[in-house]
């Protein structure tokens, strides 16, 4: 059982993807795919459809995820598909019938298809693990997912984890954050103030102090002189266990300004509506880190955390407890 991705041209088709219980791909519009039966058989069919793809990297990577779609993609595997706002993301079962070939019945303009039965509620993005995060950045329109163990926690279906991601008691989340609990409020304001900077943010700073209105630091992203991100963060210890409700996550946005974003960051994890509260519509988006994710972001960029901090937690590099 694998998991997939399928894009719907940046979220433009996910709900017909929905309401026609199917994913879809276009690519050789004109050509019904029914009788391919190994990746070889592509090449030509692709070359005739798209003469202007002549780089041999370009051809094969399109025809790579054509195959990967129409060949890789099996009865019983999971495929994820976001949503238009890329906040949300949809997932289903590829059901038993294999391809067909679809071209009027509903405008979508991906004629090659596969029966999915979609799950109707879907997962706010900011559920999964950060490598998962990062994985589905991916500009592919068709690739697999690798991080299987984590997916299947986040939808509630632990028993899907294949055996071979599945290891003993230890829990490796529950050990770091033991550790960074061990921090004062203080230490762990500044040691989110460093992450902070470890991610790109220029002029990061702590602001952590009575009367600071909840905001604990802040800092600016700039994205190759594309885009500008002022971000206004919160970072609280909490006991493991514990869930932030949406008062909390209110008051952060109450006091982020006209133009900024906002983060909550904690050992903790969040309610359902603290969820929903911040990425309501028409005001300041407020980005939600919980532990696990919290663990990710340090194993990610631990060696760029000044030394002290590395020392005072005693960690090595992979974020395992001395």
Known sequence: MEVYCVRAEFGTYTQMFLD????????????????????????????????????????GQQVGQIARFLL??????????????????YYGIVEEKLYYYDTDSDGCPFPHRKRIKWHKDPIQRSQFSVPFQNTIRSSLTVFKINHKKNFFNTIGR????????????????????????????QEFEILITHTLTALGFEGSEHKGKVGDGGVDATGELN????????LFVQA???????NINANVVKALRANIPSGGQGAFITTADYQKKAKAIAVETGFPRIGLINGEQLVDLLAEHWNDIPIEFREKLDLKVGLVAN
Request: aromatic fraction near 8%; proline fraction near 6%.
């Open 158 to 185: 632990p028993d899907l984890i294949p055996a071979s991601e599945k290891k003993d008691d230890f829990d490796y989340y529950k050990s770091i954050l033991n550790r960074v609990l061990e921090l004062d409020d």
């Open 223 to 230: 994205v190759a002189n594309m885009a500008k991100i002022k």
């Open 20 to 59: 026609g219980d199917y994913a879809a791909i276009g690519w050789m519009e004109n050509i019904n795919l029914s009788e391919i039966k190994t990746r070889d058989e592509l090449y030509p069919l692709y070359k005739e459809a798209h003469p202007a793809d002549t780089s041999n990297v370009v051809i």
């Open 236 to 242: 609280k210890r909490y006991k493991l266990g514990a």
């Open 72 to 89: 890789d993609i099996q009865p019983g595997d999971y495929v994820i598909v976001p949503a238009s706002n890329n906040e949300l993301i």
